[in-house]
T-cell receptor
Framework: GAGVSQSPSNKVTEKGKDVELRCDPI?????LYWYRQSLGQGLEFLIY????????KSGLPSDRFSAERTGGSVSTLTIQRTQQEDSAVYLC?????????????FGSGTRLTVV | AQSVSQHNHHVILSEAASLELGCNYS??????LFWYVQYPGQHLQLLLK??????LVKGIKGFEAEFIKSKFSFNLRKPSVQWSDTAEYFC????????????FGKGTKLSVKP
């Protein structure tokens, strides 16, 4: 598509429930990133995928968080047993590949509220 | 580990005032540097980037940034701001040649009074 598409745009869930957030990157972009944006905290890196390489999961805050990328395209971020501190905007970005000078194209994000 | 500091949390200016937003990074090697902007209700957009060459980089909407290696800085400037520049601005860095992700600062909110 023309841009990075994320769904849903808003999600309200009860504490303890699982949620899935979806990201559809720009066609042909091999690198895909997930970030979390909390008020006053800037952007916190979560995970990134580059082609068929093993993902870099170093930013995932706990084992309740996981992500996969099927067929090198669409990615799903899953949060199990959600907690109130998981409330944030979850941003997905893609780039043609990792490496020098490639900026990211961001999606509009999914605003997650855990009540 | 790399880190990015944006010293100003919230900047308030009147239209036509000059703008300079500070960004300092912590990393011993060579880097790529970026500024992103997030207008109210919109997604993050790339404003400008530096990866080699002239350390004075010009971006969209009259913004520019200067990479000063000796100061580990990449400050964003605009000679005369407009109300439409009201947004949050994020500085970001990654290590040159790396396969790593961008490290972002916490952002600076700019409010421009008409």
């Amino acid at each position: 598509g023309a841009g990075v598409s994320q769904s849903p745009s808003n999600k309200v869930t009860e504490k303890g429930k699982d949620v899935e957030l979806r990201c559809d990157p720009i066609s042909g972009h091999t690198a895909l990133y997930w970030y979390r944006q909390s008020l006053g905290q800037g952007l916190e890196f979560l995970i990134y995928f580059q082609g068929n390489s093993a993902p870099d999961k170093s930013g995932l805050p706990s084992d309740r968080f996981s992500a996969e990328r099927t067929g090198g395209s669409v990615s799903t971020l899953t949060i199990q047993r959600t907690q109130q501190e998981d409330s944030a905007v979850y941003l997905c970005a893609s780039s043609p590949r990792t490496g020098d000078g490639f900026g990211y194209t961001f999606g509009s994000g999914t605003r997650l509220t855990v009540v | 580990a790399q880190s990015v500091s944006q010293h100003n949390h919230h900047v308030i200016l009147s239209e036509a005032a000059s703008l300079e937003l500070g960004c300092n990074y912590s990393y011993g090697g060579t880097v790529n540097l970026f500024w992103y902007v997030q207008y109210p209700g919109q997604h993050l957009q790339l404003l400008l980037k530096y990866f080699s060459g002239d350390p004075l980089v010009k971006g969209i909407k009259g913004f520019e940034a200067e990479f000063i290696k000796s100061k580990f800085s990449f400050n964003l400037r605009k000679p005369s701001v407009q109300w439409s520049d009201t947004a949050e601005y994020f500085c970001a860095v990654n290590a040159k040649g790396s396969q790593g992700n961008l490290i972002f600062g916490k952002g600076t909110k700019l409010s421009v009074k008409p």
